[in-house]
């Protein structure tokens, strides 16, 4: 079964300090791979996402992910995290359909509390 | 450009009446997915519409039910509502059924 898995729910970050969020997946193939953050009370926005390519894509608000097949990962980076990043994060996945659509699959979300 | 849009914000319901969520979509997408999404919880897919067709449906029963129209906006239903229910229902649009989907702010309904 496809599934994607965010080991973390919470992670404590200092304002200032670089900042990784795990995702792992499990697919019969290279899924499409999505992260998205929610602000409490609020939709999701898209960070980034990865389709084929380069397997470091670059997202809005500084963030970047990393695609390594071999681990079948897709972590979150930020070299330098603001208070203002404290959020919900949610790493996603579904396979190319040709025709129907399973839609996303999502993980269960890491918490990102930021510290003063 | 504007972007997805739900309605109502809220909504407040008792077990086993229905309830009818609305969803507007992004201009010039033509495909519109609902997720379920649980206190806590990632969202759960649903289904996807895609020109006024059902696309693609998720784990859910078949009281949960869906339309889309002409201009792609969409709606959900959902019949004999149950406690467990109670959650943030989020639509989002994609150009395509195969393209990177853009999230509303949700509509929280609550069964009581």
């Known amino acids: 079964a496809q599934s994607v898995t965010q080991p973390d729910i919470h992670i404590t970050v200092s304002e200032g300090a670089s900042l990784e969020l795990r995702c792992n997946y499990s697919?019969?193939?290279?899924?499409?791979l999505f992260w998205y953050v929610q602000s409490p009370g609020q939709g999701l926005q898209l960070l980034l996402k990865?389709?084929?390519?380069?397997?470091l894509v670059q997202g809005i608000k500084g963030f970047e992910a990393e695609f390594k097949r071999s681990q079948s990962s897709f972590n979150l980076r930020k070299p330098s995290v603001h208070w203002s990043d404290a959020a919900e994060y949610f790493c996603a996945g579904r396979l190319y359909s040709g025709g129907g659509a399973d839609g996303l699959t999502f993980g269960k979300g890491t918490h990102l509390i930021i510290q003063p | 450009e504007t972007g997805v849009t739900q309605s109502p914000t809220h909504l407040i319901k008792t077990r086993g009446q229905q309830v009818t969520l609305r969803c507007s979509s992004q201009s010039g997408h033509n495909t519109v997915s609902w997720y379920q999404q649980a206190l806590g919880q990632g969202p759960q897919f649903i289904f996807q519409y895609y020109r006024e067709e059902e696309n693609g449906r998720g784990n859910f029963p078949p009281r949960f039910s869906g339309l889309q129209f002409p201009n792609y906006s969409s709606e959900l239903n959902v019949n004999a509502l149950e406690l467990d229910d109670s959650a943030l229902y989020l639509c989002?649009?994609?150009?395509?059924?195969?393209?990177?989907?853009?999230f509303g702010p949700g509509t929280r309904l609550t069964v009581l």
């Open positions: 989002a649009s994609s150009r395509d059924p195969n393209n990177e989907q853009f």
């Open positions: 990865y389709f084929s390519g380069d397997t």
């Open positions: 697919y019969g193939a290279t899924p499409y």
